[in-house]
């Protein structure tokens, strides 16, 4: 079957740096997605990685190993605002979006 | 400021009722979604249409049906709501490009209580 794992809740310190690790057993791959989710809103595209090798988008950033089945992202300077879910999707063979079940992130100060 | 537009945010509704969830796009988008999202589960996909009076069965159709009659509206229909429908539902849209990151632009969800 298809799965995406990642850590159900994470906690880190105002200003510091925190990883979100995803990692994905799929059939086929097509890219990898993450989204943020502020509690009670809608998901908000982040990144999407399809090559091997680190993206960078100002604090955030992201990286893919397809063979390895892993991606991370990299928040950098977390402010209070960053506390949010993170979602994971892979998008598979057949361009359809399999979903891991998010890390909530709270950002203490 | 592009849109994903769910009709109700909260909806309390009754064992057996017939349940419509709306969702409009502004941005011209051939695809729209479906999904459900539970605690400590992904999002699941529950139906989807690449265009107008097309639908597609996702990965866990059994109790909905949809409906769409133009490009910038979408419906979910719970013929006979259950409990166990009770959940949050958000509505997404992308442009049809199947390469690419190919973006899905979310509602900000319905939340349906089934009681």
């Known amino acids: 079957g298809q799965n995406i794992d990642q850590p159900t809740e994470m906690t880190a310190t105002e200003g510091a740096i925190v990883q979100i690790n995803c990692t994905y057993q799929?059939?086929?791959?097509?890219?990898l997605f993450w989204y943020q989710q502020h509690a009670g809103e809608a998901p908000t595209f982040l990144s999407y990685n399809v090559l091997d090798g680190l993206e960078e988008k100002g604090r955030f950033s992201s990286f893919l190993s397809r063979s390895k089945g892993y991606s991370y992202l990299l928040l950098k300077e977390l402010q209070m605002k960053d506390s949010a879910s993170y979602l994971c999707a892979v998008r598979d063979s057949n361009y359809q979006l399999i979903w891991g079940a998010g890390t909530k992130l709270i950002i203490k100060p | 400021d592009v849109k994903v537009t769910q009709s109700s945010r909260y909806l309390v509704k009754r064992t057996g009722e017939k349940v419509f969830l709306e969702c409009v796009q502004d941005m011209d988008h051939e695809n729209m979604f479906w999904y459900r999202q539970d605690p400590g589960l992904g999002l699941r996909l529950i139906y989807f249409s690449y265009d107008v009076k097309m639908k597609e069965k996702g990965d866990i159709p059994e109790g909905y049906s949809v409906s769409r009659e133009k490009k910038e509206r979408f419906s979910l229909i719970l013929e006979s709501a259950s409990t166990n429908q009770t959940s949050m539902y958000l509505c997404a849209s992308s442009f049809r490009t199947g390469g690419g990151a190919n973006v899905l632009t979310f509602g900000a969800g319905s939340r349906l209580t089934v009681l």
């Open positions: 799929t059939s086929g791959f097509n890219g």
